[in-house]
């Protein structure tokens, strides 16, 4: 059987490729515990990770025949699929070095919730992304229950997540998921001058900022602006990574 996840380095950009083409590189444990592994050791190796999908799809969520399978060994069987996956994704935020989604074709369920949890996701326009969950009479269990209501706001993440409606890449730019939508003519390109952006510039101001960003959002302002000026007096002051 091949990797589920494959990393390339090319320079300072790691390319991390979710890679079952054959069903839409959906989840499984396998491929989240990889995911966790791969971003990890990527993250050792260069200043910026790209997470894309093979065959043009980012990923279709959760593999079908593995949760039927694990559904019927009950509730311990199938959590470590949704931990694992979780772990993953959580591990994002803690990385020193900026992680980018590039996203084409199918972002659904698992896939979307991979999509909320990195720190910039660049998405084609005619892609397609969405919690569909509730279409198959599931409930969110990759954070996005948790994640798209902060990104943004309650009533439209329970109006997207119990409809299960299908969003354009244009439109979840709209909405705030995703940093930016560009048209597939120019796609590659945009994704290519966005990784060298994040590659020139310095890595531990890059690492700082990330840090105080995921860590303020957790807390309330008056200790976020605190937090701010001390990692700003740290960083013009001191030597070597935050």
Request: hydrophobic letters at 50%; glycine letters at 10%; a negative charge.
């Amino acid at each position: 059987m091949s990797n589920p996840v494959l990393l390339r380095v090319d320079g300072e950009v790691a390319h991390v490729l979710l890679n079952r083409p054959q069903a839409r590189n959906a989840i499984t444990i396998e491929l989240a515990a990889a995911l966790r592994d791969t971003l990890t050791a990527a993250a050792q190796r260069a200043r910026v990770i790209v997470i894309r999908g093979a065959d043009g799809t980012f990923c279709a969520g959760g593999d079908r025949a593995e949760v039927a399978r694990l559904r019927e060994q009950g509730a311990a069987a199938l959590r470590p699929l949704f931990e694992t996956f979780i772990g993953a994704c959580e591990l994002i935020a803690r990385l020193p070095v900026p992680v980018v989604a590039a996203v084409e074709g199918a972002a659904v369920a698992g896939g979307f919730e991979l999509v909320q949890s990195v720190d910039i996701a660049i998405v084609r326009d005619d892609a397609v992304l969405a919690d569909n969950h509730a279409n198959a009479g599931m409930i969110p269990g990759g954070g996005g229950s948790q994640r798209l209501p902060r990104l943004v706001g309650v009533p439209r993440a329970l109006g997207h997540i119990l409809t299960g409606d299908r969003l354009t890449g244009a439109e979840a730019a709209a909405w705030g998921v995703v940093y930016r939508s560009v048209p597939a003519a120019g796609f590659e390109d945009a994704v290519a001058a966005l990784v060298a952006n994040l590659a020139g510039k310095d890595r531990a101001a890059l690492a700082r900022i990330k840090q105080l960003v995921r860590t303020g959002m957790a807390g309330s302002l008056t200790d976020g602006l605190a937090m701010e000026v001390e990692a700003t007096l740290a960083h013009l002051t001191e030597e070597g990574e935050p």
